[in-house]
């Protein structure tokens, strides 16, 4: 058990460009989460699959963003056209698909849009 | 709709002191679980503890104890003989069982400053 990984730690960007970021889960979970945290707050919920069906999306989650996880494995978030309200704490955590299943998390990926 | 309040925003005690954080939950659902989570400066959420709402015999595990009452759908976690280490923002969240636990709830979280 390796834990959850996210890459990159950082990413800088300029508004208007697109980024990428990688989630890396614990091998045998089947449930992967994207979280977004801003400073201060607790974390808001965007997305999460189970397998590589993604299952409910947030309402917060603008049609920039874009999440897969296509052999049911490591996932992508995407966003398009980034803008200064994106800079955030982005996070992923991983758990094993019941309620009862505690998330675990990544290390997340902090972005900062100039 | 699941809602997780945590009123204290800050706490700051002196390093030995015990401390209890407030969390205070809303949701339709008969069964669900409620989880503490911790968040050091270097920013990795920690799990720490469950209770899941159909048992309600508090627990002790180490320094940590936790005390859920549904009758105030409150479930209070209390860090005995605080140590410089335990300062940490702390999250409090919710998960429904009729919901598959589609979705986590968290709380704002409560900043604990331990003072040497």
């Known amino acids: 058990d390796t834990g959850v990984s996210q890459d990159p730690r950082h990413k800088i960007t300029k508004r208007g460009q697109n980024v990428t970021f990688r989630c890396d889960p614990i091998?045998?979970?089947?449930?992967l989460y994207w979280y977004r945290q801003t400073l201060g707050q607790g974390p808001e919920f965007l997305t999460y699959?189970?397998?590589?069906?993604?299952?409910?999306k947030s309402r917060l989650l603008s049609d920039r963003f874009s999440a897969e996880r296509p052999k049911g494995s490591f996932s992508t978030l995407e966003i398009q056209r980034t803008e200064q309200g994106d800079s955030a704490m982005y996070l992923c955590?991983?758990?094993?698909?019941?309620?009862?299943?505690?998330?675990?998390f990544g290390n997340g990926t902090r972005l900062t849009v100039t | 709709a699941q809602k997780v309040t945590q009123a204290q925003t800050e706490i700051s005690v002196v390093e030995k002191e015990d401390v209890t954080l407030d969390c205070v939950y809303e949701?339709?659902?008969?069964?669900?679980?409620l989880f503490w989570y911790k968040q050091p400066p270097s920013g990795e959420l920690v799990f720490l503890i469950r209770?899941?709402?159909?048992?309600?015999q508090n627990e002790i595990s180490g320094r940590y104890s936790w005390n859920f009452q549904k009758s105030t759908s409150s479930f209070n976690f209390t860090i005995t003989a605080s140590q410089v280490v335990d300062s940490a923002v702390y999250f409090c969240?919710?998960?429904?069982?009729?919901?598959?636990?589609?979705?986590?709830?968290f709380g704002p979280g409560t900043r604990l400053s331990v003072l040497p």
């Open positions: 969240a919710l998960s429904e069982a009729g919901n598959y636990g589609q979705n986590f709830v």
């Open positions: 955590a991983s758990s094993s698909g019941t309620a009862r299943s505690p998330l675990h």
């Open positions: 091998s045998e979970h089947n449930r």
């Open positions: 699959f189970q397998n590589e069906a993604q299952l409910e």
């Open positions: 949701t339709r659902d008969t069964t669900y679980y």
């Open positions: 209770r899941n709402s159909f048992d309600e």
